[in-house]
């Protein structure tokens, strides 16, 4: 029904920055909040940043100042802007957001992308 296809992963030096992209396609009448998520080798998935439909964000305290979180509404689409990398920011990184599907009868689920690696390395 819904798919979240993200990219802009890759391999980039401590100091350096990347930007993810997170695209949702399908049946979506609209979409309420759109996070990212990130998960590194050994560790719990953890909340990275997080944006409302009304751009209200949030972030994780390991990389507030950093990152930037932000949103199209128009093509259902949230973006994280990485600056300042560190080796400790790399996982794979995650797309997640909370769609509603009609509104009669009322229907609302919430979908993940396949992920995206994200390798911060000299």
């Known amino acids: 029904q819904v798919q979240l296809v993200e990219s802009g992963g890759g391999l980039v030096q401590p100091g350096g920055s990347l930007r993810l992209s997170c695209a949702a396609s399908?049946?979506?009448?609209?979409?309420?909040?759109m996070d990212w998520y990130r998960q590194a080798p050994g560790k719990q998935r953890e909340l990275v940043a997080a944006?409302?439909?009304?751009?209200?964000?949030n972030y994780a305290e390991a990389v507030k100042g950093r990152f930037t979180i932000s949103r199209d509404n128009a093509k259902n689409t949230v973006y994280l802007q990485m600056n300042s990398l560190k080796p400790e920011d790399t996982a794979v990184y995650y797309c997640?957001?909370?769609?509603?599907?009609?509104?009669?009868?009322?229907?609302?689920?919430?979908?993940w992308g396949q992920g995206t690696q994200v390798t911060v390395s000299s």
């Open positions: 997640h957001a909370d769609v509603l599907l009609s509104i009669v009868p009322r229907r609302r689920n919430d979908y």
């Open positions: 399908g049946s979506i009448f609209s979409i309420y909040a």
């Open positions: 944006i409302t439909s009304g751009s209200v964000t």
